[in-house]
């Protein structure tokens, strides 16, 4: 997950806007459009790769302006190889199925498909990938991994063997937005968040204070819809920040079938409890410190939804991806008056019962490039593969589109004037991706995620009982674990 359709700096933004608004309606539709790719002969040297109209967008250029395919060719790849995009759905479960299906039928193009972090352990799983060890070079491994943001590049290992079978192109990761002027003029002081985020009951105290005295109607908007990115990043990272886990602490992510089933758990409880307390303080299970600070409407939203209150200026705090920053942070929006930071805690790591977990974090999102087994043009597509690999790319991309590179110092070598606003917010990106939570991904989190984010959408709702959505859940998943276990003959 993340988005992948992130925010741009203010340059590049304005420039592509019009473009943007016109594709996504043709992606939203489902459609697949790319010269000579649907049938037909392809050109020579043409390498297919899927990916949605933001990417598309920012892969070739008018004129004199940056491309990625011209920073492709900068990096070394031979100029007769062109990367030609396959649009495809933003929606991340439609990309996984229309994946799917050309894998399953063996079908090429495309040659590369850009896979969300979330889901490639599946199809690496189901063998529809390709051993990249076996084909990229020993600098280009050695690199990936010893400078690349290692969780994202675990989401691209095969859980068993630790072969690379996918290629991170960007990581994404979770921040909370607030309005320091709000705050602060309410009578709070957030000097220290941006270095140490509040914990979460001094950060509802303050958001509720700034929302009675700012005059906004939102306190706090986030994500809590009943999908992927409830279950995979929005929840994870309040759970997390509790102290609690789905399967018992960061060491049981990447393999199903033994896993120890925690959503009982009293702490991921209370983060539901605590959830709950921020849409209506008055429910039963509300917890008497925490105030409320979130409208209903939330248990309705994923991530565009429920940006626009506060990039509308009428909410104090927000929950989103990077692309958040560039959207809220330019002095045609919030300027200096952003405020940035990971998640608050009511938990410290020290005192959490499970492993990696407690404390601030930021759930991982973002996109890997995986080569196609049924390519017919695999050299030309692993030199595309390798030439992602270059920073000069990684910086382009970064400009163009706001995309976090997967080497995420490079953002601290960044200009303000190239990048936007997340040049002021190097230090809190750099401790996300210090204490980035994944999502338990395995052959069956596709079917675990749904029981997740429909127990705990409920739990919000008010529709269960915090504690009783919780017991459900754990129910549903250890039967879950048990085939797996069966599967596996265990």
């Given at each position: 997950m993340g988005r992948d359709t992130a925010g741009r700096s203010d340059r590049s933004r304005l420039r592509r806007r019009s473009f943007l608004k016109a594709a996504s309606a043709t992606s939203a539709t489902g459609a697949v459009a790319i010269?000579?790719?649907?049938?037909?002969a392809r050109e020579p040297g043409t390498v297919v790769m899927t990916a949605a109209t933001d990417v598309e967008g920012i892969m070739y250029s008018d004129g004199d302006e940056p491309s990625v395919q011209q920073a492709l060719w900068d990096a070394g790849l031979d100029e007769d190889i062109r990367v030609e995009i396959q649009t495809v759905v933003s929606d991340s479960d439609q990309r996984m199925q229309g994946a799917q299906s050309a894998l399953q039928a063996g079908r090429a193009p495309p040659d590369i498909h850009m896979m969300d972090s979330g889901w490639t352990i599946p199809f690496i799983l189901r063998e529809q990938t390709t051993n990249l060890d076996e084909h990229l070079s020993d600098d280009v491994i050695e690199r990936v991994e010893n400078e690349y943001l290692q969780a994202i590049v675990e989401t691209a290992r095969h859980p068993e063997t630790d072969e690379l079978h996918a290629l991170p192109m960007f990581p994404d990761l979770g921040f909370m937005l607030y309005r320091q002027d709000l705050i602060e003029d309410a009578g709070h002081d957030t000097g220290d968040w941006a270095d140490e985020p509040p914990s979460w009951e001094e950060f509802s105290t303050a958001v509720s204070d700034a929302m009675t005295e700012g005059d906004v109607d939102y306190g706090f908007t986030t994500q809590a819809d009943a999908y992927e990115g409830l279950s995979c990043c929005s929840f994870n990272e309040v759970m997390t920040s509790w102290g609690g886990a789905y399967f018992g602490g960061a060491d049981n992510l990447f393999v199903a079938g033994d896993r120890p089933i925690t959503v009982d758990d009293d702490h991921v409880v209370d983060a539901i409890r605590m959830m709950r307390t921020f849409i209506d303080e008055d429910d039963p299970n509300a917890i008497e410190e925490y105030d409320e600070i979130c409208p209903s409407a939330i248990v309705q939203w994923s991530e565009q939804e429920s940006l626009g209150p506060f990039q509308g200026g009428n909410a104090v705090a927000h929950r989103n991806?990077?692309?958040?920053?560039?959207?809220?942070?330019?002095?045609?929006?919030?300027?200096?008056?952003?405020?940035?930071?990971?998640?608050?805690?009511?938990?410290?790591?020290?005192?959490?019962?499970?492993?990696?977990?407690?404390?601030?974090?930021?759930?991982?999102?973002?996109?890997?490039?995986v080569?196609?087994?049924?390519?017919?043009?695999?050299?030309?597509?692993?030199?595309?593969?390798?030439?992602?690999?270059?920073?000069?790319?990684?910086?382009?991309?970064?400009?163009?589109?706001?995309?976090?590179?997967?080497i995420t110092e490079l953002v601290t070598e960044a200009d303000e004037d190239e990048i936007g606003p997340m040049a002021r917010y190097t230090e809190q990106i750099e401790r996300?991706?210090?204490?980035?939570?994944?999502?338990?991904?395995?052959?069956?989190?596709p079917e675990q995620s749904a029981l997740i984010y429909q127990e705990v959408n409920a739990a919000f709702r008010g529709a269960k009982a915090p504690d009783e959505a919780m017991g459900d859940l754990a129910e549903r998943l250890e039967g879950s674990e048990r085939e797996v276990a069966a599967q596996n003959g265990d």
């Open positions: 010269a000579g790719c649907l049938g037909g991806w990077t692309f958040a920053m560039a959207e809220t942070g330019s002095e045609e929006a919030f300027g200096e008056d952003l405020g940035v930071t990971t998640m608050p805690y009511a938990v410290s790591a020290d005192d959490a019962e499970f492993d990696g977990v407690g404390g601030t974090t930021s759930a991982l999102g973002g996109w890997n490039l080569l196609s087994p049924y390519t017919d043009r695999r050299e030309e597509a692993v030199q595309v593969l390798e030439a992602f690999t270059d920073e000069g790319v990684m910086l382009t991309i970064l400009e163009l589109a706001g995309f976090l590179p997967p996300a991706s210090e204490t980035a939570i994944p999502r338990p991904v395995t052959d069956v989190w």
